[in-house]
């Protein structure tokens, strides 16, 4: 069984410049989360998407947003690009919740690492 | 809210010498799910073990064990005989009844050195 596929794995942007990022979970799975990864805050929590719709969002600004298509691929997309947004982007997979099911867990991709000069 | 706290942020230990690893989860849920996540240098966070706050006993797989006080909210992650490959971040993270929503430690850094 494949893995979840993150791409691009590296982009490079300037400040203003709009970005997508794609991921496409483990086959079977709905859920997909978002989460960033920067070396001053850590992993934080962007979004979850479930059968296209969002079920859980973070605590981040409009800029960040993300949609789920009904093959439960997803993108990710930042606006109008800062410097802070530099970090790595993972994407996490999931049947459903972790509290559905004893032996749930999230399935996490290799990231897209976005650097903003 | 809850909070992940790892206070170990690099641990270097010899081949074969046992690593453990703290964590402390503070919640004011009852019913939660806890991991521990490793990220080697490739970037990916590979899933290591769960256990949900109503388990009752701690577990053994493997080289992995680990230690779930509920007084105390630590989560605590041992690897025995430990090996090259075991060099990574490792992560805590816990997530509440209701979504996919994993709150994370800071890491731990562990190397071992041959």
Redesign the interface.
Known sequence: KAGVTQTPRYLIKTRGQQVTLSCSPISGHR?V?W?QQTPGQ????LF?YFSETQ??K?NFPGRFSGRQFSNSRSEMNVSTLELGDSA?Y?C?S?SD???DS??E???????T?LSVL | AQKVTQAQTEISVVEKEDVTLDCVYETRDT?Y?L?W?KQPP??????LI?R?SFDEQNEISGRYSWNFQKSTSSFNFTITASQVVDSAVY?C?G?????????????TRVLVKP
């Open positions: 859920s989360s989460y850590g992993l934080q929590f979850e079920r859980n973070g790595l993972l996490a999931s919740r972790v509290g004893t032996n867990k999230l399935f996490f991709g290799s990231g690492q | 019913t799910y991991f996540y490739s970037g990916e966070l590979v899933f769960r949900n992560f993270a997530a509440k009844a209701a979504g996919n929503k994993l709150t994370f430690g800071g890491g």
